[in-house]
C-alpha cells in the first residue's frame, strides 16, 4: 500500500475535524509504526491506569475505563499527534479532593459523582476552546503552578504511602495529624511482606529506566511483582459472615459501622433528593423565600449530620483495625475466627494472624473481607464499559464545578506543555485552543463511557513519541489494547498487589516535585517566591481542599501585578560613563540640581497617576533650585483619561510655581491621544522631543543661566561622591555623545 496522496481539506472542515489534517498522511508505514507505538504506550497506560484509579478511591477498573475512549478522541480532535491523555496522578487526587465531602470512596453514588465531575470539566474545558478562551491559563503564573504541584506530590504520596506499608489509615482535615496517624500505624502494623513488594517495584522501575529506556518499566516492575505474589500466596484473603468472627466487641463494632453507613448513605440520597427542591422554590417564591431558607436549612443540617457520621464512621474503623483474629477451619470447611488466646483447644489452625479489611465500601455483615497476606487488586469485570448518560444532578454538578474549572485548567496546562515540548522536536504546529477542545471532547465523550477525568501525560507522551508513532493513530490503537485488555485480560490482575501499584504512583509523583524550580522562583523574585511558598503551605494546609492552594496563588499573584503596575519603575536619570543615561540612584550618579530627568516605566492609567504625581512632587521639595522636569516616555505604552488629566494638571501647576515640564521619547500611539486631546497644544510642540538628547539640547542652556555650575551631571560624567567634594572632577566629557536611556 503506497502513500496515499495529500488531500487540501476547507478550513472549517479541518476544525471540526482536526484529524482530516494528518489523516490523509496515514500509509501502511506509518500504520505500522502508529501500531507499535500505541502498544508501547498501552504497556506503560494499563498498569499506571489502575493505579491512578485507587488514587481518586475508585475500583480499579475504573482506571481502564478512563484509559479506554478518552485517548482515542482527545488524540483525534486535539491539535497534538503525539500527546496521550488517561488518567494522571493531579486529576486523579484532584477528583478525590472534589468528591471526598459528597460520598463514601467506591460506592456508587461516588462513582457517578466521578463521572460527572469528568462530564463538567469536559463542558468547561471545551467552552473555554470553542470560545477561543485558552488564554485564561497565563493566569497561573509559574510559581504558583510549581508550588501547587509540588504540594499536590506531597498529598498524593500521603495516600499512597499506606499502600505501600501495606496499612489503612483515615485522613484528617489536619495533614500533620495524619501524618502522625501514619506513622503510628506503620509502626506497629507495618505488613512486611507488602512493603518489600512495593519496594522491589520501585526498584525495577528506576533500575530500567537507568538501564534500558526502551523497556516499558512500570509493566516489567508490576508484571514481575504480580508474579512474586501469585507464586508465594501473598495474598491470603477471605470472606466470611459475620457469625464467624467469635469476638462480640468485633461484632458490635461491625454493626455500629454498618448502621452509621447506611445512615451516611440515606442522608446522601435525601440530601440530593432535596436540591431541586431548593432550587424550584428558590424559582417560584424567590430566593430568599421562607419555603426555600426551610429547604436551605435541612440541607444544612443533613451537611452537619453527615460530618458527624464520617467522623463516626472512621472512628469504628480504627477500632476494627485494631482486632487480630486467628483462624481455625473445619471439618466443612467453614472457617471461624477467634481473639488470640481465646481459641478453642483442638481446633486446626489456618497459618497467619487475619485482621479485617475495611478500605471502602458498605460493610456487607454476610461476606466480611479479612486477610493475612496483603492486599491485592482482586476481580476487575471482563468486559468494556457500559455506555450510558452521566447520571445529572445539577446541585452537585454545580458543587463540583469549582474543582472541575481547577482540573480543566490544570489539565490543560499541563497538556500543552508536555504538546509544546514535543512540538519543538517534531516541527508541529499546536493550536491550543483546538486542544482545549480535543480534552475537554475526551472528558465528556468518556463520561458516557463511565470515565473519571483524564489528561495529559508528560511520561506517556514521551514514550510515544520515542516509540516512533507519527500520526494520533497511535493514540486510538492504545484505546483498541486497553479495550482488548477488558475483554480478554483482566484475570491477571487478580494478583496485583495494591503496594506496587502504590509503588507506581510514587514513582511518577517524584517525578512532579521540582525543588529546583521553587529555587529559581526565589532567584527571580523574592516577592513571587514569597508566592510560591503560601500557595504551597494552604495546599497542603488545606487538603484534600487543594482548590483553596490555587485559589489564593492565583488571587496573590494578580495582586502583584496589579501593585507593580500601580508602583511602576520610576527612575532619576543622569549620564554614565558608557554614554547612557541611567538611573542615578542604582548607579551612584550625581544629579542636574536644575533639571529633573525622570523616567517612568509602564502604562500611565488611573491606577499609577498619583504614583508619578508623587514623584513629581518629590522632586520639587528636594531640589530647590528645579526649573524643568523632563519626563522620559519611551517605556510607557499606554496612556489613558486619568493619564492625559494628570499630565494636564502638572502643567499648570509647574508653570504657575515658575517650572516648566517637557516630553520626550512619545510612542506614535500617544502622541495620537495628546492630539486628540490638546494636550500637544498646550504644552507646545517645543516641549515635546522624540528623545532626551534632543530635549537637554534645547533646555539645557536655559536651565543653566546665571548658575555657576561648571559640569553638569547630564553632560559630564559626575559620580555623586565626587559631585560632595568642592572640587570634583568629571570621568570624561560625554557632550552630545548619544542619548539612549537604560536603566
Known amino acids: 500500500m503506497s502513500s496515499a496522496p495529500l488531500r487540501q481539506f476547507p478550513s472549517p472542515w479541518l476544525r471540526v475535524f482536526p ?15 502508529d501500531f507499535v507505538a500505541g502498544l508501547t504506550v498501552a504497556m506503560v497506560l494499563i498498569p499506571q491506569s489502575v493505579a491512578y484509579a ?49 460520598a463514601s470512596p467506591g460506592s456508587n453514588t461516588y462513582i457517578a459523582y466521578a463521572i460527572l465531575l469528568s462530564l463538567v470539566a469536559g463542558v468547561v474545558q471545551l467552552g473555554l476552546g470553542v470560545l477561543r478562551l485558552g ?12 508550588a501547587y504541584i509540588n504540594a499536590a ?5 500521603m495516600v499512597q504511602l499506606p499502600e505501600l506499608f501495606g496499612i489503612t489509615v483515615d485522613s484528617s482535615q489536619y495533614p500533620l495529624l495524619t501524618v502522625f496517624h501514619l506513622a503510628r500505624t506503620a509502626a506497629a502494623y507495618t505488613h512486611w511482606p507488602t512493603l518489600a513488594l512495593g519496594c522491589l517495584t520501585v526498584g525495577i522501575v528506576l533500575g530500567l529506566r537507568r538501564l534500558s529506556p526502551k523497556i516499558p518499566n512500570v509493566l516489567a516492575a508490576v508484571a514481575i511483582a504480580t508474579l512474586i505474589a501469585w507464586t508465594t500466596g501473598f495474598d491470603r484473603n477471605g470472606q466470611a459472615p459475620i457469625e464467624a468472627i467469635r469476638s ?48 436551605q436549612h435541612q440541607i444544612d443540617l443533613f451537611d452537619i449530620r453527615a460530618g458527624q457520621l464520617k467522623e463516626e464512621i472512621q472512628a469504628y474503623r480504627r477500632h476494627l483495625r485494631g482486632f487480630e483474629f486467628v483462624a481455625t477451619e473445619a471439618p466443612d470447611g467453614s472457617m471461624a475466627f477467634y481473639p488470640p488466646g481465646e481459641v478453642p483447644i483442638g481446633q486446626k489452625r489456618a497459618p497467619g494472624m487475619w485482621r479485617l479489611q475495611l478500605e471502602r465500601g458498605p460493610v456487607d455483615e454476610s461476606a466480611l473481607a479479612l486477610a493475612s497476606g496483603g492486599a491485592v487488586v482482586g476481580y476487575i469485570p471482563r468486559s468494556l464499559p457500559r455506555f450510558q448518560p452521566p447520571t445529572w444532578d445539577l446541585f452537585v454538578a454545580m458543587e463540583l464545578l469549582p474543582m472541575a474549572i481547577v482540573i480543566a485548567l ?21 493550536d491550543p485552543n483546538q486542544e482545549l477542545i480535543g480534552q475537554g471532547l475526551a472528558k465528556i465523550v468518556g463520561a458516557w463511557f463511565q470515565s473519571y477525568p483524564v489528561t495529559g501525560s508528560i511520561t506517556r507522551s514521551i514514550v510515544n513519541l520515542e516509540a516512533g508513532a507519527k500520526t494520533g493513530m497511535s493514540s486510538v490503537f492504545a484505546s483498541v489494547a486497553v479495550g482488548a485488555t477488558l475483554l480478554f485480560f483482566t484475570p491477571l490482575f487478580n494478583h496485583v498487589p495494591e503496594s506496587a501499584l502504590a509503588a507506581v504512583v510514587l514513582v511518577s509523583v517524584a517525578g512532579l516535585i521540582n525543588v529546583r524550580g521553587a529555587i529559581h522562583s526565589w532567584q527571580v523574585s523574592a516577592s513571587q517566591g514569597l508566592i510560591g511558598l503560601i500557595t504551597f503551605a494552604v495546599t497542603v494546609i488545606f487538603a484534600p481542599h487543594l482548590e483553596i492552594g490555587l485559589v489564593v496563588g492565583v488571587l496573590l499573584s494578580l495582586g502583584l501585578h496589579l501593585y507593580g503596575r500601580m508602583r511602576p519603575y520610576v527612575a532619576i536619570l543622569s549620564r554614565h560613563p558608557d554614554g547612557r543615561f541611567r538611573d542615578a540612584e542604582r548607579n551612584g550618579l550625581a544629579t542636574c540640581p536644575y533639571i529633573a530627568v525622570i523616567r517612568f516605566d509602564g502604562s500611565l492609567f488611573f491606577a499609577n497617576t498619583s504614583f508619578l504625581e508623587d514623584r513629581i512632587l518629590d522632586r520639587l521639595a528636594a531640589m530647590p533650585e528645579l526649573r524643568y522636569v523632563a519626563i522620559v516616555c519611551d517605556g510607557m505604552n499606554d496612556i489613558d483619561a486619568s493619564g492625559v488629566d494628570m499630565l494636564s494638571r502638572q502643567v499648570d501647576q509647574l508653570r504657575a510655581a515658575g517650572h516648566d515640564l517637557f516630553l520626550c521619547g512619545l ?21 515635546i522631543f522624540t528623545n532626551l538628547r534632543y530635549a537637554l539640547r534645547a533646555i539645557h542652556a536655559k536651565a543653566h543661566e546665571g548658575k555657576e555650575e561648571k559640569e553638569c551631571p547630564l553632560i559630564h560624567v559626575v559620580h555623586a561622591r565626587a559631585a560632595r567634594e568642592p572640587h570634583g572632577k568629571s570621568d570624561k566629557n560625554l557632550n552630545g555623545e548619544g542619548g539612549n536611556v537604560a536603566r
Open 19 to 33: 484529524f482530516l489534517a494528518w489523516l490523509p498522511e496515514v500509509s501502511s508505514s506509518t500504520l505500522k509504526a
Open 54 to 102: 485507587s488514587l481518586a478511591g475508585l475500583p480499579a477498573y475504573y482506571g481502564l475505563y478512563a484509559a479506554f475512549i478518552p485517548p482515542a478522541i482527545a488524540a483525534l480532535f486535539g491539535s497534538s499527534r503525539h500527546l496521550t491523555t488517561g488518567p494522571m496522578t493531579i486529576a486523579s487526587l484532584l477528583s478525590a479532593a472534589a468528591l471526598a465531602s459528597l
Open 135 to 146: 488564554m485564561v491559563v497565563n493566569f497561573l503564573s509559574v510559581p504558583v503552578v510549581n
Open 153 to 157: 506530590a506531597i498529598v498524593i504520596a
Open 248 to 295: 462480640q466487641e468485633a461484632v458490635e463494632a461491625v454493626a455500629g459501622l454498618k448502621n452509621a453507613q447506611t445512615e451516611f448513605e440515606r442522608l446522601t440520597e435525601e440530601r440530593a433528593a432535596l436540591a431541586p427542591r431548593v432550587r424550584e422554590a428558590q424559582q417560584r417564591q424567590g430566593r430568599f423565600s421562607s419555603e426555600a431558607a426551610d429547604l
Open 410 to 430: 490544570l489539565g490543560y496546562l499541563e497538556s500543552m506543555s508536555i504538546a509544546k515540548t514535543m512540538a519543538t522536536r517534531t516541527a508541529q504546529r499546536l
Open 667 to 687: 510612542r506614535g500611539a500617544l502622541m495620537d491621544v495628546l492630539r486628540r486631546t490638546r494636550l500637544c497644544h498646550k504644552l507646545g510642540d517645543d516641549h
